[in-house]
């Protein structure tokens, strides 16, 4: 029997329902099947897949690859595989929060060409390598708080320090960041770092930053903060309007000192930075407490080196200056001809202020001055070097004649032209050159009784300063090819070798 017109309107939907599942059937017949227990919306243009709460132990390889936004939170993925997001293109906004994440492969997602956002937070992520986040040239959103990060390689974000404006890593286990590669995020607008272990913003980090409007490093283990062009433009001291700048260093264990005056100026009664030291400053918020009560202390020298160290040429010395004052004093050494010195082949100044000559010459003759020096002045203090040159020992009786070819020096280097076989015979002979080594060679010659020491002399290539090596006769061994001990903290180790009449006929140095 023909349906009446009363079941006809019952059985047919409503003709705006009808063309919405036909957009619909139409939409799914074009592309892949939508993964089980997803949410799969396609209003042309965008492609959007919901598999929130699904269960999921990996990412779906049924996916359509001209998916535009991707939500997979909430599941059991551990893994992100190098396949799983490859030919996405069109894919804008990934979010795998709230997952077991611990290993992302390298280049897992470098064709997401056009990814805006990503989503990482709150999984299981140790580290990020430079390979990892590769291809990502226009991500804006970079979210990985809540992770077990310690490590961020220097190379990580290489792919979007250009377009990056949202940079969260907060909750993390991160004791230090690449600070030379944040200050080139030009467009970064907000840098979350809190609940770290960071004790160390590098100085100049954000002045290249004109864009940021909110830092947060609540809770880290910070002691100082270096001042910085951001902050002072923050405080309207340049020409143009200050940039609004929301600043969170509570929870650090700050040392309120002159350092941190431009802190103080910038917070308000309700910020919640306090000081952890001085003692008189405990625990009072940075607010209460007056501009002139964050002071400074110059340098104090405590303890330097006596007013005159004699050392015999070619020996080493060690020139002792520490310091005391608030901040804490950085010391410098100046050289009796007043150069700055620094580490260098002869010269190293340690972490206490100590300055090691580690082979002097006699140019090192004269006052070498010690300068300490911190936010609220320096001091001084001279120390008098004087180098005893090495006595020069007359030829015994029986000494060979003088060579017939006498030059600048007596070692013959091979391939050195204007000396003929007799007298390469008799002279020292440089062979095994390489960039770090030499050999010294010498024709054996009748004992001379009461050599105690040879000496080698060279030129440093570091500083061209001339640089000599003692070899005493007592550190060899008694026997061919016995190796002599390494001396104590010389950069040039040797080895000597005897012939059967114990003579010492060879040297082989190796410059460390």
Not at 261 to 287: G, M, N, Q, S, V
């Amino acid at each position: 029997m023909a349906p009446g017109p009363m079941s006809w309107a019952l059985l047919s939907p409503p003709p705006a329902a009808l063309s919405f599942l036909l957009l619909l059937w139409a939409g799914a017949s074009r592309g892949q099947p939508c993964p089980g227990r997803c949410i799969c919306q396609n209003v042309a243009p965008t492609l959007t897949m919901l598999c929130a709460k699904t269960g999921l132990l990996f990412v779906p390889p049924a996916i359509d690859r001209r998916v535009v936004e991707l939500r997979l939170t909430d599941n059991f993925i551990a893994a992100v595989r190098r396949r799983d997001f490859a030919n996405m293109t069109s894919l804008v906004h990934l979010t795998l929060s709230r997952n077991t994440i611990g290993q992302v492969a390298a280049g897992a997602f470098a064709d997401l060409r056009a990814l805006r956002a990503l989503h990482l937070d709150s999984n299981r992520l140790a580290e990020v390598r430079g390979d990892q986040l590769r291809g990502l040239g226009n991500l804006r959103h970079l979210i990985l708080g809540n992770n077990q990060i310690r490590r961020v390689e220097s190379a990580a974000f290489d792919a979007f320090l250009s377009t990056v404006e949202d940079l969260d890593l907060s909750y993390n286990n991160l004791e230090a960041l690449p600070w030379e590669a944040v200050g080139q995020m030009v467009n970064l607008n907000t840098l979350t770092l809190d609940h770290n272990l960071i004790d160390h913003i590098a100085e100049g980090t954000f002045v290249q930053l004109h864009k940021l409007v909110r830092l947060d490093m609540t809770s880290n283990r910070l002691h100082k903060l270096p001042p910085d062009g951001l902050f002072l433009r923050s405080q309207g001291s340049g020409p143009k309007p200050p940039t609004p700048l929301t600043v969170s260093f509570g929870g650090n264990p700050l040392h309120c000192n002159c350092e941190l005056l431009w802190l103080r100026r910038l917070t308000r009664e309700d910020d919640l930075e306090t000081c952890a030291t001085p003692e008189h400053l405990t625990d009072r918020y940075f607010w209460s407490i007056p501009e002139e009560e964050f002071l400074c202390e110059p340098p104090l020298i405590t303890r330097q080196a006596g007013g005159r160290a004699l050392v015999v040429e070619g020996q080493a010395v060690s020139l002792r200056c520490r310091a005391v004052g608030d901040p804490e004093p950085v010391v410098h050494w100046v050289a009796p001809d007043g150069r700055l010195l620094g580490n260098s082949s002869r010269t190293r100044v340690r972490g206490d202020g100590t300055l090691d000559v580690t082979i002097t010459t006699l140019r090192d003759s004269g006052i070498f001055t010690c300068i300490a020096s911190n936010a609220a002045g320096e001091a001084t203090a001279p120390v008098e070097v004087c180098v005893v040159p090495l006595p020069l020992m007359a030829p015994p009786p029986a000494a060979p004649p003088p060579l017939t070819e006498p030059g600048s020096s007596d070692i013959a280097t091979p391939g050195r032209p204007g000396a003929n076989d007799s007298a390469a015979e008799r002279r020292l002979v440089a062979a095994e050159l390489t960039s770090s080594s030499v050999l010294i060679r010498w024709p054996a010659q009748r004992p001379v009784p009461g050599i105690r020491m040879y000496q080698v002399q060279y030129n440093s290539s570091a500083d061209d300063s001339l640089v000599y090596r003692h070899m005493a006769l007592a550190a060899l061994g008694p026997e061919l090819g016995a190796e002599a001990p390494e001396g104590p903290r010389d950069p040039v180790s040797a080895l000597g070798k005897l012939a059967a009449q114990k003579e010492v006929t060879a040297l082989a140095l190796v410059f460390q």
